[in-house]
């Protein structure tokens, strides 16, 4: 499967924005998909995550209450909302699939071998 993240961008703290995640190739309703967020000078960090199939929905700490992850098998695509962005949200976001992974690996970037070209997200103070 391939994957291209888009709608990056500039916003002001507080807003929000929504990111798309769309794929191509067969059988995208077997793929769990994730989110995950590198900042300037950090290390890569998982956001969130929607399981293949009925599409629960994980996320990390930091982002709870504010982000929404959803999916559309239909359209093969995960969006991800963004509320009240702060500037520590700052960073190039990246979505990845990987086939039939099971929620105890969601956060595992090792696990996803299907990577999207991450889209920017910037957040002015």
């Known amino acids: 499967v391939q994957l291209q993240a888009s709608g990056g961008g500039l916003v002001q703290a507080g807003g929000s924005r929504r990111l798309s995640c769309s794929a191509s190739g067969r059988g995208f309703i077997n793929y769990t998909v994730a989110w995950f967020r590198q900042a300037p000078g950090k290390e890569r960090e998982f956001v969130s995550a929607v399981k293949y199939g009925v599409g629960t929905t994980y996320y990390s700490d930091f982002v709870k209450g504010r982000f929404t992850i959803s999916r559309d098998n239909d359209k093969k695509t995960v969006a991800l909302q963004m509320n009240s962005l702060q500037p520590e949200d700052t960073a190039v976001y990246y979505c990845?699939?990987?086939?039939?992974?099971?929620?105890?690996?969601?956060?595992?970037?090792?696990?996803?071998?299907?990577w999207g070209q991450g889209t920017l997200v910037t957040v002015s103070s």
């Open positions: 990845a699939a990987a086939s039939l992974l099971h929620y105890y690996y969601y956060s595992a970037e090792r696990c996803y071998n299907f």
